[in-house]
């Protein structure tokens, strides 16, 4: 057993926790830190390129976002590109296509119309295509056997900036700047499974199947497995975690760029989309679905258990179930998404959604993305009983936090770490390099 105390220890090697690596090692004074995941590499949950959608969100694209909230996520997406810029193998990590949010329909056309007037004061480069002008940029998203698709087609695009991000790879360069950084002692303890963490004396004891890890400050970003690892501790029980996996579905090279369809604003999921597939060339993605799962990571059957432990049945989640079943939108999209699963019929199920996107789209040309998906741990808070989207953090002021970060927690990731570096060095009386950060990440 190590006598030694680090100074802060990340639990989680996901693209959140290797962003607040970075931070911590290149823009404070903070000299030892250990990052602590149980597989062999980072980024091989949520985080990996297979697993998510691979978007850069800005919050143009995205029709649940108000422009508050889209202006703060274009603002943390913008630190992903700024932290790219100097990087040798920026190529290989973040990428540039067309994109665009397709209207399809008088009613969803006029939406984005009006959506347009509002978002293009703070979305510049933004612009607003008609069916012919959207011909040009995705010509299989309107036109049908040489002619133009019957319905009103209109769509918000942008077309020039970064959208897509291979999520491992910048995982794995966060990792690899910190290393660079001569003052901070970088500890990386791969296969260590943290089971439990006990706090003695305002030290905290990280306990792996075979060792255990002592720091002053800890923050756990393991996806679901942070509400487990709290509730272990006794913070967090008002919350419940309900799993929603998204699966994926390939077809030839149909799109050029990014493709997202106007969101339903019933449902609590983001809606189907497809692009190209930064992993597979030659592919048009579609997805995801979002599938209601008793599992915190896909293609995990063990962590079934870990969901039952945090699921914490009691009234306020089957309030939250029953508000959610209640809606017809919801209902039928949970019972369409269940389908999705079903070998035979999903592919032929799905089609019909993939269609409003690429409407030329045959049953030969959709298989099954098997392998590809993950898992976004949605909290339910049990005393409001309400579904909570986007990210939580659970922060009880003693020197240890817990994030759990579903979508769009990769495209934050920086903005994210940056409050956690705020809150760390505050509790340690560390400092922060506040010029090179404005200088570097928020120029
Ligand atoms: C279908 C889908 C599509 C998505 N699309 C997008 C998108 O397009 N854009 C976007 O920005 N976001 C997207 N997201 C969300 C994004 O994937 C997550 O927000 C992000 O990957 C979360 O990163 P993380 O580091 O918190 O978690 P993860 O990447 O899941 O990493 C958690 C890490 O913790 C480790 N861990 C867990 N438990 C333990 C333990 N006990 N001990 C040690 N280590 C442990 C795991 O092994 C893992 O490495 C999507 C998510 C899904 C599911």
Redesign the pocket.
């Given at each position: 057993m190590s006598e030694h105390i680090h100074q802060v220890a990340i639990?989680?090697?996901?693209?959140?926790?290797t962003a607040l690596l970075y931070l911590l090692s290149e823009y404070t004074d903070i000299d030892d830190v250990v990052l602590?995941?149980?597989?062999d590499g980072?980024?091989?949950?949520?985080?990996h390129g297979r697993?998510?959608?691979?978007?850069l969100?800005c919050g143009d694209i995205e029709t649940n976002y108000t422009l508050e909230k889209a202006s703060k996520v274009k603002d943390a997406a913008e630190m992903v590109v700024n932290y790219t810029a100097s990087l040798d193998n920026r190529d290989e990590i973040i990428f540039k296509y067309p994109k665009m949010v397709l209207g399809v329909g008088e009613r969803e056309c006029q939406l984005l119309r009006e959506r347009f007037e509002v978002f293009r004061t703070r979305f510049t480069t933004m612009q607003l295509l008609e069916k012919e002008d959207i011909a040009k940029v995705e010509p299989n998203v309107v036109m049908v056997n040489g002619e133009l698709r019957p319905e009103p087609c209109v769509a918000l695009a942008v077309l020039d900036e970064y959208c897509a991000v291979d999520?491992q790879k910048l995982a794995e360069s966060f990792v690899a700047e910190a290393q660079k950084s001569e003052s901070t002692k970088l500890n990386i303890s791969m296969h260590?499974?943290?089971e439990e963490i006990l706090e003695k004396d305002g030290i905290f004891h990280i306990n792996t199947q075979d060792k255990s890890i002592k720091a002053k400050f800890v923050v756990v970003?393991?996806?679901g497995?942070s509400l487990l690892?709290a509730q272990q501790m006794g913070y967090g029980l008002e919350f419940s975690c309900l799993p929603v996996a998204?699966s994926f579905y390939f077809t030839p090279k149909v799109l050029n760029g990014k493709v997202y369809t106007v969101q339903n604003d019933k449902l609590p999921f983001a809606a189907v989309h497809g692009d190209p597939d930064v992993l597979v060339e030659g592919k048009t993605r579609f997805g995801?679905t979002a599938l209601l799962l008793p599992m915190l990571e896909r293609y995990n059957l063990g962590t079934f258990f870990d969901f039952l432990r945090v699921l914490r049945l009691d009234k306020g989640v089957l309030k939250v179930f029953w508000d959610l079943f209640k809606v017809s939108d919801i209902r039928n999209y949970i019972f369409k998404n269940f389908l999705f699963e079903v070998p035979g019929l999903r592919r032929w199920l799905f089609l019909k959604d993939a269609k409003k996107i690429v409407p030329s789209l045959e049953l030969k040309d959709v298989e099954f993305a098997k392998g590809f998906?993950?898992?976004?741990p949605q909290l339910i808070d049990k005393k409001k009983s309400i579904l909570m989207l986007g990210e939580a953090k659970i922060n009880p002021g003693t020197g240890i936090i817990f994030?759990m970060?579903?979508?769009?927690?990769?495209?934050s990731?920086l903005v994210n770490a940056e409050v956690d570096m705020r809150l760390i060095t505050e509790h340690l009386s560390a400092v922060i390099d506040e010029d090179k950060l404005q200088a570097v990440l928020h120029k």
């Open positions: 639990i989680g090697g996901g693209v959140c926790g602590i995941e149980k597989y980072v980024a091989k949950v949520n985080s697993n998510n959608s691979q978007t969100h999520f260590s499974h943290v970003s393991a996806g497995h690892l998204g995801p998906g993950g898992v976004r994030n970060t579903p979508s769009p927690g990769a495209s990731c």
